[in-house]
């Protein structure tokens, strides 16, 4: 009778997955950590890139395949952001589960309206996403509306685990609203603030603070900048004056220098997203320390 009971137990195992957890592949940091947030305990999280990389140029490394072949659910942007890498890691990782179109796909721009799209597609103009700007994680009201369809595809994929979802929504979105009715108030000053942006990847951050673009210094996305770009950027400071030029923290830090520099600006490193900078550790601390860095730069004479 003994053997009998082993013998069940044991082939129990083979039959059930010994974790009920939902193993996720976090394409960038801010949908690992969001991730963690929600699931807590009940998943195991990979992040495929970090804060000092830029997400558009990845390599798909033996390492992202085989954490992609194991997953049960890829979190990534979508809006053609992993375009030159993701397509790669599904097809060498065969994951059913994560196949385009699969409920373990999960895109976060489906679930946010999109700005900058384009109305014509011209490999002339540079590196354009065809469904819109996909740096939706610069504003914080769109991590809430991603926070929610999150919370609903893991319940879908976890159903075992569906009330601990939810409830890790809830308990983040309370959180949530809390703080982003303090960066409201503490973002305030920065309405109407001209800047100068590196990279076609603040348009979100924009019009949630209300900061005003008045020039970038790349002539086309994802084309380095020209000296004669550059020089034609310092002209247009001329007569329309900014107060600080940004860039995300894993761009290379010489055109926003040359542009300080000749403008008498400050230079503003911001974290982009969770990890890129010292302080930026989490969610929360990645808005705290943004604002804080464009207040400390705004404040500057």
């Known amino acids: 009778m003994r053997k009998f009971i082993l013998g069940a137990a044991f082939a ?6 010994v974790f009920a957890d939902l193993r996720v592949f976090a394409c960038e940091p801010e949908w690992g950590a969001l991730s963690q947030e929600i699931g807590g305990e009940h998943v195991d999280i990979y992040t495929a890139t970090t804060g000092g990389q830029d997400p558009h140029g990845i390599q798909a490394r033996p390492s992202l395949i085989a954490h992609a072949r194991r997953a049960d659910i890829a979190v990534c942007t979508g809006a053609a952001l992993e375009v030159g890498w993701m397509p790669m890691v599904r097809r060498q990782a065969s994951n059913r589960a994560i196949a385009e179109g699969a409920p373990g796909d999960f895109a976060a721009t489906s679930f946010v309206a999109l700005k900058e799209i384009p109305t014509i597609l011209d490999r002339s103009q540079g590196d354009l ?11 914080p009201n769109n991590i809430r509306l991603v926070a929610q369809a999150l919370a609903q595809r893991f319940s879908e994929l976890d159903p075992a685990n569906a009330v601990a979802y939810q409830a890790g929504l809830t308990d983040f979105l309370a959180r949530w609203d809390v703080a982003l009715e303090r960066w409201t108030l503490e973002g305030a000053p920065l309405r109407g603030v001209a800047i100068v942006a590196q990279h076609q990847s603040w348009i979100y951050l924009e019009d949630w603070l209300g900061l005003e673009r008045v020039a970038l210094l790349e002539s086309q996305p994802g084309i380095p900048p020209s000296s004669g770009h550059l020089a034609e950027v ?22 926003a220098n040359f542009i300080a520099e000749r403008s008498g600006i400050p230079a503003v490193e911001l974290p982009f997203t969770v990890g890129g900078t010292d302080g930026a550790d989490d969610l929360f601390s990645l808005y705290d320390e943004t604002l804080r860095r464009l207040l400390a730069a705004a404040a500057q004479e």
């Open 12 to 17: 129990a195992c083979l039959t059930s997955p």
């Open 234 to 255: 310092v002209q247009t400071l001329q007569a329309h004056p900014a107060r600080m030029v940004i860039r995300a923290a894993y761009e290379d830090d010489r055109p």
């Open 129 to 139: 996403h065809a469904p819109g700007n996909p740096h939706i994680q610069t504003d």
